[in-house]
């Protein structure tokens, strides 16, 4: 609650009973229209400490609302030694989560907010490329409701948001934040179980995401899943420990694009995602610094074997944006849709050149 907004009506009424009597000093002889002004300034103050805390209540029953609503929606999925968190996606008894999160795994233990013991699932697809999974409970509880998602281009940065998950095993556990941006590009790391996906559009939130939120809910007041928290940001400078208050989750529209696929196809056949075709790795100066992805091995009639990349070159630029490594790379590709038409820049036996690529599907 803003407290300044409290103290304000207490400091109006002694100002206008202040004001009022320097007036009537000057020789205000209208007394009695005075004291009603006084009494209205009082009655005013009365009224707006009184909408405080009313205001307090309502924003209050509606944290209540939601989570009583969607964290039925939220399980805790157990993947051998590891544990996550999953959202329920339809009344089939279909979960989505992050791909980190399963992992190598086939079978599942899953713990729902009302079950009093652990339900078993299988796994459907996994899509690393996007951090993405689909698992399927055996047998479906009675009572388990499906999450309602949002429409991504409706989230603004602002927005109040819960995310609901077991962080460090806390089963249906709540942290609130805001929407601090939208539109981030995150790659993760590869080490620690992480996919080492480059992922666009990602919802960056001040509500915390520890170890085990990964896969849960982030959700908007209206109840609805606006993301799926995904990764905490790390700081190098205090040996790679999470940054307080710097999350990052999948939008919801990504979220339904794959799961959707892998529910219906039981893959996904239409990633969105823009390719090269390439498999490549960072290659770095003299000074050992990073300089450019060497091309290692190119895909039999894929964008780059069309404009004549070859391996041993070594691309240096993706339309506009520099390229150095692998991660800037994916990064630059992960603003670009399959079919966009590009300029790539490469050096082959120490020359420049440049080619048009038509960028492929990953």
Excluded: W
Excluded at 76 to 86: M, P
């Amino acid at each position: 609650m803003d407290t300044s907004r409290s103290r304000l009506p207490r400091l109006l009424a002694p100002l206008a009973v202040l004001a009022c009597s320097l007036l009537l000093a000057a020789g205000c002889s209208d007394a009695g229209t005075g004291t009603e002004r006084g009494a209205g300034s009082t009655r005013e103050g009365d009224t707006a400490q009184a909408a405080a805390p009313r205001a307090a209540n309502d924003l209050q029953a509606d944290y209540e609302r939601v989570i009583k609503d969607v964290l039925p929606s939220v399980v805790q999925i157990q993947a051998g030694d590891s544990l996550g968190s999953g959202v329920v996606y339809d009344d089939k008894g279909h979960v989505v989560t992050n791909a980190h999160v399963v992992g190598d795994g086939r079978s599942f233990r899953v713990t729902t907010a009302r079950a009093e013991g652990a339900l078993t699932a299988k796994l459907v697809s996994s899509y690393p490329e996007q951090d993405l999974a689909v698992i399927k409970l055996d047998k479906v509880p009675e009572g388990m409701k499906a999450a309602r998602f949002a429409d991504s281009a409706k989230v603004e940065v602002g927005q109040i948001v819960l995310a609901m998950g077991s962080p460090l095993g806390l089963s249906s556990s709540v942290t609130q934040g805001i929407v601090s941006a939208t539109g981030r590009t995150v790659t993760e790391g590869s080490s620690g179980g992480g996919t080492g996906a480059t992922i666009a559009n990602m919802v960056q939130t001040s509500a915390a995401i520890n170890p085990g939120n990964s896969g849960g809910a982030l959700v908007n007041l209206d109840g609805q899943v606006i993301g799926i928290p995904t990764l905490a940001a790390t700081d190098p400078g205090l040996g790679d420990s999470a940054a307080p208050g710097i999350g990052f989750a999948i939008p919801a529209s990504m979220v339904t694009t794959v799961a959707g696929q892998i529910v219906k196809d039981g893959r996904v056949t239409d990633s969105g995602r823009a390719a090269l075709g390439i498999t490549a790795r960072t290659v770095v100066d003299d000074s050992y610094r990073p300089a450019g992805v060497a091309v290692v091995e190119v895909s039999d009639g894929g964008a780059a074997d069309d404009a004549g990349l070859r391996p041993g070159d070594v691309i240096v630029r993706l339309g506009d944006t520099d390229i150095t490594t692998i991660t800037s790379l994916s990064e630059a590709l992960a603003s670009m849709r399959p079919g966009d038409r590009t300029k790539v820049t490469y050096t082959r036996d120490g020359d420049e050149r440049t080619a048009e690529v038509t960028l492929g599907e990953q």
